[in-house]
């Protein structure tokens, strides 16, 4: 039998997904991404799930999409939403997604990464948009994405030299949160991931939500998404929780109602 492409596990809250392709570097071809945006639907609907680890194995996160598969396409094939709707799938997960990051993040792999809301890095990491030294772009988002993370002199580096860059360059550049040495990153990622998900889902989904949006919107439309989340936040019970146990002096606790 082949073996899975997604290997999955739970962490009480947390549930955990492994890139599973070691001999080619978790090369992202499109099985895999459906496998992946299947499984992380599938999390994002489980209420016993509050916060989502990304992480991959061995030399690395990812090292791109599948040259090999990619490599006698089609034009049209990338454009519309055939193959891409599964990197949307996996954009639209409203549970925080943590990427754990060792060894490569290479193009469609640091694309990936950048679809989740935190990065976490192991010194061994590397991040870079290789696509140029194929003769194309980054087509996952990598020239907007991380445009709005290191901003446009980083970006234009990056994308067009290939070079990568190493894990404690992009913390200094804002495009990851940390860096831990390799055998801290699991442990890390999911002390992290842990504590996200004690917290009310609903506030969580909304505060995810609204972030998002300061990357999409303008900051009149932004801030009015906030106040309209804020304010439907006062129809759950977890915020009279929240307050309540406040004010009597005592530990929340939330029901994701
Ligand atoms: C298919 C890949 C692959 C990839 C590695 N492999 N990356 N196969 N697609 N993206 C395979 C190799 O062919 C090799 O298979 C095995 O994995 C091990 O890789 P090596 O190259 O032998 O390892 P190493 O010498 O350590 O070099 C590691 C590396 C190099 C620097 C990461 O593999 C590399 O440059 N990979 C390509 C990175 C890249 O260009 N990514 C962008 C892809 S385009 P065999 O069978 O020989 O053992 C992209 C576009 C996204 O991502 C936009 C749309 C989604």
């Known amino acids: 039998m082949d073996e899975p492409l997604i290997l999955v596990e739970r962490e009480g809250r ?27 639907e599938e999390m994002d609907r489980d209420e016993n799930i509050g916060c989502i680890i990304l992480t991959g194995q061995g030399k ?12 006698d396409a089609a034009p049209f094939q990338f454009v519309g939403n055939a193959y891409f709707a599964d990197w949307q799938r996996v954009r639209r997960v409203e549970k925080p997604l943590i990427a754990a990051v060792a060894g490569y993040a290479l193009g469609g792999g640091n694309e990936l990464a950048m679809c989740c809301d935190i990065i976490i890095a192991a010194e061994t ?18 020239t907007q994405r991380l445009t709005r993370s290191v901003g446009k002199g980083k970006a234009m580096e990056m994308i067009l030299t290939g070079d990568p860059i190493t894990a404690e360059e992009a913390l ?34 909304m505060a995810k939500q609204a972030i998002l949006r300061a990357q999409e919107m303008s900051l009149e439309q932004g801030l009015h998404f906030e106040q309209l989340a804020f304010g439907m936040l006062f129809s759950t019970e977890d915020q009279r929780e929240g307050m309540n146990a406040f004010i009597e002096k005592r530990k929340a606790q939330f029901k994701g109602k």
């Open 60 to 71: 690395a996160f990812a090292a791109g999409a599948d040259i090999s598969e990619m490599a």
């Open 14 to 40: 947390v549930g955990i997904v492994r890139l599973n392709r070691p001999r080619v570097l978790n090369a992202l071809n499109t099985s895999l991404m459906k496998e992946l945006a299947d499984v992380l």
């Open 125 to 142: 990491a590397r991040f870079g948009q290789p696509e140029i030294l194929l003769g194309v772009i980054p087509g996952a988002g990598g």
């Open 172 to 205: 200094d550049w804002g495009l990851i949160n940390r860096v831990v040495p390799p055998e801290q990153l699991e442990p890390e990622a999911l002390s992290l991931a842990q504590k996200i998900a004690e917290k009310p889902p609903l506030a969580v989904k």
